[in-house]
């Protein structure tokens, strides 16, 4: 797997230049054989554990090595004051284990003797002359110190920029901006408090917090007592090596006097009873990545667990959207906050609408919770909407059908700032309003409580009542990995088809499924089979299928791998052994054909009924067809199969109305939508009922207008037909019957 470790943005570092030095490198410590150095072997282990089995490469390492040099000579320019360090040496590397020694004794406190992963590289430049990185250190240097940014900063930058989102995204390393990080300090610091950030990265909260205690009218004495009283968390050693570097930029002329308490730490799973409960305020930004991003089963296993302990382990069905960053909120409780601290983070928004954090919103043990929320345009500096969650440790156990969350939206103060993470930016409160939960649901000892929405919303909200239909939808199969499944065929003769891979799969797909596997590859016709995607689902039809190679008998979806006719068993070996190599360890099944058959989505009766409804299992808009025919369900779809033609268009009538999507809008999470619409008490067809036999008679005529609507689109222009350009028609064509069900649906759902 070969990964672009850099990316290029809008700053003049180089990343062309800098890969190709690395990768030099990289040949050089590989013919040096660095796999067995002690020091490099303990990077790996120590490293494993945050980046995975799969990222943790030699590359990585000397990325890593790369930041920590830089790091040394940032000292040298900015602590030491030796700013021609960079000029004066060309062969900075055997230089660079000077500047270690001058450090060390100048500024025991930075303990940088215990970072010595590099070792290998700078006794190799003892032996072996190495100028290309020498060159790049330096070029590095000075590109970063000339730059705008202010120096405690820097490293914030050039982690974010040289370490690429692939592997930053295993331990969730996205920095908070400055702008952000003092709007948070300024809410929720007192000054002398003892705080924690434990997740600290670079240490922008820490940096933030020293700042406001400088800023602030005491004497030397309280401003030194009050920075001792921080401390800073991270799970990576070279984190918690810049943090210090930032701080001690800040503190160098009172650097005798300050401890830095930072320490290589894993927050999850570590100890420190000296500090147990000893904090006032915990603040930061957790990791944020989830239980599926994971690759280690022992890891994910210790995960659950620690969930359950901090009782908020999701359902079964949502353990794999377990957020991180939920544990770190609640072991801060359990561990580290005194009782009535605070704790203030930015976490991602789906902690207050995902089904995932349901428990999670019971904020047991929490009092005084209060919710940040942004604009759009502020919500770009993660690319994931993000929210800032305040909370206090209380034992007041609040009861949950009582709590109402004030939540203050903030807007850019002034618009037109360029929304660069370094610049100063002033944020405004726009507005105020409480936040509630939609429904809470006790299910035995555990509290579920739904999406939190605004409190003027639930007026919006219809009664709520579990519809008949709740448990007789269910999801498709996960035909995943489609690579290796989803085919075109030409008929070699009356048995016999040639395949090739389908390229519509290829749009969206995600390494390491994103290649063509085979090509030409004969196989018998009968296991062909037509499936449905979400991805041509419109109002009232599915205007496209797709052919997929399954190694099953048409009439009743059994598999009998012996029975399997030759060539389509060559064809199921070969991409069977495909999906062992690149599965990921954490996944257990031993064969495709389990993978395809996960939780018996694929082989059963209802997958083999000849009449379906189906609706779109995610989106912001409800659209369902009636399926009839020989058509097998993917799991972006949930389908019900039913013998009764009436009770399909009465259902696909309901699930398609505009009614139901402004009811879905307001109850769903984030993009899932699945059994949301059976919140709504859609009652069982009844051909006796007048308005179920209306809502069937225009479900009816919408699949009529769908179907010749799309017909002619097609024709029309077939090269540039869209889903979103049907979707604009049919709009306008299917108006009259979608406001005469509307009509129709307030009287009956209301009843
Ligand atoms: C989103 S960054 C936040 C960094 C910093 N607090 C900020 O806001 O700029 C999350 C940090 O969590 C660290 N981290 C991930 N897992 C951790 C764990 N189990 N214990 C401590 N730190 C962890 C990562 O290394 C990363 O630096």
């Known amino acids: 797997m070969v990964n672009r470790l850099v990316n290029s943005t809008n700053f003049d570092l180089d990343f062309h230049y800098i890969n190709e030095r690395i990768i030099e490198l990289e040949k050089v410590l590989s013919k040096y054989d660095i796999y067995n ?31 920590y040099f830089v790091g040394l000579v940032f000292v040298a320019n900015y602590i030491l004051n030796e700013k021609s360090f960079i000029s004066k040496y060309s062969k900075s590397i055997i230089k660079i284990k000077e500047l270690e020694e001058k450090i060390e004794n100048k500024f025991r406190i930075l303990k940088i003797g215990e970072i010595n992963y590099f070792a290998p590289i700078i006794s190799l430049s003892e032996r072996e002359d190495l100028p290309f990185f020498d060159e790049l250190i330096n070029r590095i240097s000075s590109t970063l110190f000339k730059s705008n940014i202010n120096p405690e900063y820097i490293f914030d930058y050039f982690i974010q920029e040289i370490v690429s989102p692939i592997f930053r995204h295993k331990s969730g390393e ?65 984190s918690i090596y810049l943090s210090k570097i930032n ?40 990791p944020w990545y989830t239980y599926r991003d994971v690759d280690s089963i022992e890891l994910q296993e210790k995960l659950k667990n620690l969930a359950e302990r901090l009782e908020i382990k ?52 929490f009092g005084d919770i209060r919710i940040w929320v942004f604009d759009k345009k502020i919500e ?5 909407d993000f929210i800032c969650l305040y909370a206090q440790k209380s034992q007041i156990l609040e009861e949950p059908s009582l709590y109402e969350i004030p939540a203050y939206h903030f807007a850019l103060e002034h618009n037109d700032i360029n929304m660069n993470n370094y610049n100063t930016i002033d944020l405004k409160l726009k507005k105020e309003e409480i936040l509630v939960p939609f429904s809470i649901e006790q299910k035995g000892e555990k509290v579920f409580i739904k999406k939190l929405i605004s409190k003027e919303k639930l007026g919006d909200l219809l009664p709520l009542k579990e519809s008949y239909y709740k448990d007789l939808f269910h999801k ?30 290829f749009k969206r797909a995600k390494a390491p499924w994103n290649k063509k596997e085979f090509e030409d590859e004969i196989i018998e016709k009968k296991y062909l089979f037509k499936v449905l995607k979400s991805t041509e689902l419109v109002k009232f039809h599915v205007y496209n299928y797709y052919d997929v190679f399954l190694p099953l008998l048409k009439n009743n979806l059994s598999f009998n791998y012996v029975n399997l006719d030759k060539n389509s068993k060559e064809f199921y070996n070969k991409i069977n052994n495909l999906y062992l190599r690149y599965k990921k360890e954490t996944t257990t099944h031993n064969s495709l054909m389990e993978n395809l058959n996960r939780w018996s989505k694929l082989i059963n009766s209802r997958q083999t009924s000849k009449i379906k409804v189906v ?85 009816k005529k919408g699949q009529e207008i ?21 979707q604009n028609i049919l709009k306008k064509e299917l108006k009259s019957v979608l406001n005469q069900i509307d009509e129709l649906l307030i009287k009956e759902l209301k009843l």
């Not at 544990?327 to 704790?343: D, G, P, Q, R, W």
């Not at 770009?380 to 994931?384: A, C, G, M, P, V």
């Open 37 to 67: 150095e002690n020091k490099f072997r303990e990077w790996f282990k120590d490293f494993r554990k945050i980046y995975g089995k799969n990222e943790t490469n030699l590359r990585l390492y000397i990325v890593f090595a790369l930041i």
């Open 174 to 238: 996205y920095y908070t901006p400055p702008f952000l990080v003092k709007k948070m300090v300024d809410e929720a610091y007192s000054f002398g408090e003892k705080t924690l950030d434990p997740c600290c990265g670079s240490g922008n909260f820490l940096v933030g917090i020293i700042k406001f205690i400088l800023s602030q009218e005491r004497s030397e004495e309280e401003k030194i007592s009050a920075i001792n009283k921080i401390y800073g968390f991270d799970i990576n050693p070279i």
């Open 247 to 286: 701080i001690l930029f800040l503190l160098k002329d009172i650097a005798s006097e300050i401890s830095l308490n930072l320490y290589a730490f894993d927050f999850l799973f570590q100890i420190r009873n000296d500090l147990n409960g000893k904090f006032d305020l915990i603040i930061g930004n957790p």
């Open 314 to 365: 999701p359902r079964p069905k949502n353990i794999l959207n377990l957020e991180i960053s939920t544990l770190f909120f609640f072991k801060a409780k359990k561990s580290y906050m005194k009782n009535k601290a605070k704790i203030f983070f930015v976490i991602t928004k789906g902690v207050i609408t995902g089904s995932h954090a349901s428990r999670f919103r019971n904020f047991k043990g």
């Open 380 to 384: 770009k500096i993660f690319n994931i």
């Open 476 to 505: 498709g199969a996960d035909l995943n990995p489609r690579n290796l499944i989803f085919v075109k065929f030409q008929n070699v003769n009356d048995l016999l088809v040639k395949i090739n891979p389908d390229d519509r799969i």
């Open 615 to 699: 609706y779109n299992n995610s989106g912001s808009i409800l659209n369902s067809a009636v399926i009839q025919g020989d058509f097998l369900i993917t799991g972006d779809l949930s389908f019900y199969n039913t013998t009764n033609l009436n009770e399909a268009y009465y259902l696909s009538a309901i699930l398609n109305s505009n009614i139901l999507t402004e009811q879905i809008k307001i109850m769903k999470s984030s993009r899932h939508i699945f059994k949301l619409p059976f919140n709504i008490s859609i009652r069982k067809y009844n051909l006796e009922i007048f308005t179920h036999q209306e809502l069937a008679k225009l479900g």
């Open 706 to 726: 769908a179907l010749s609507t799309s017909k002619n689109a097609l024709k029309k222009n077939k090269d540039k037909f869209s889903k979103y350009k049907i």
